[in-house]
Every structure is written in C-alpha cells, then in structure tokens.
C-alpha cells in the first residue's frame, strides 16, 4: 500500500504510483521515494520546533507580563503601607507595561487569541489608577493653556 504525501499526486491531480520493493519479505519503499518522504518529515518537524519556540517565547512573555502584574500589586500595597514613614521613597508605576506583555506573549502562542485577555488591562491596578487619573490631567493640562 503507497504511502500518501503530497509529492503522490501528479500535477493533474491523479494519484502517481509509488514503486514498491518486496526484499526479505517485507515492503520497502524505492530510495526515492524515502528521500521525498525525509523531506516531508524535515519540512513537519521544522514546523513542530517553531511551534515549541512560540511556545516557549510566548509563555515566557507571558508569564513575565503576570509577574509585573503581581509586582504592581505588591508596590501598591508596599506605597500604601509605609506613606507615613520618613526615608522611605516612592516607587513609581509602569502602567500599561504588564498588561502589553502578556498580551503579547499571549498573540505568540500557538493558540487563538480570546477577547478575555484584555480583561489584564483591568486587573493591573498602574493601568487603572493612569486610566482614572487621565481625565484629571488632561483637565489641568487645557485649563493652564
């Protein structure tokens, strides 16, 4: 029985026949037809390591993305904790970097792209603060023009 890949198929479109070697009593396939055989597999396992790169370019993406998230968390709390104390300083949020980095980690997986991921735009507490902030800003900004 012919192994079917897409070098089988003349330009016509009809099937071609695939010699076949009957040697020590088992089917072995022309050496031709093994080499065209070994480019189809290279040309499938190329794509397989490319789908393990996004994968692991993606996840890493997209994990550090989560990391700033939960760190923006942890300065939130660690601003709010010591605002009385004297000599500690401020830290300042990144907005927007987080929540774009899972974002775009997520658009490098091998998966499709779900509407439910923008939800980390909200779930970043610098991007909502900058968000909520910006009307005030834009405010004082055109009123001292």
């Given amino acids: 029985m012919p192994i079917p ?5 003349s330009p016509s479109g009809s099937p071609r026949i695939i010699p076949v070697c009957d040697h020590f009593g088992g089917r072995q396939i022309s050496p031709i037809c093994l080499a065209e055989q070994d480019i189809f597999r290279s040309r499938h396992a190329d794509i397989d390591n490319m789908d ?7 996840g890493l993406l997209l994990l550090f993305g989560l990391y700033v998230i939960g760190c923006s968390y942890v300065r939130q709390l660690r601003n709010y904790r010591n605002r009385n104390q004297t000599g500690y300083s401020w830290s300042s949020p990144v907005p927007f970097v987080g929540p774009l980095l899972a974002v ?5 997986l091998p998966t499709d792209l779900s509407a439910w991921v923008l939800l980390l735009f909200v779930a970043d507490p610098d991007t ?3 968000a909520l ?3 005030g800003l834009m ?4 009123s001292r023009s």
């Fill in 5 to 9: 890949f897409p070098s089988t198929v």
């Fill in 52 to 58: 393990y790169l996004r994968g692991f370019l993606g």
């Fill in 104 to 108: 775009i980690g997520w658009t490098i």
């Fill in 128 to 130: 909502v603060i900058f």
């Fill in 133 to 135: 902030g910006l009307p």
């Fill in 139 to 142: 405010h004082r900004l055109l």
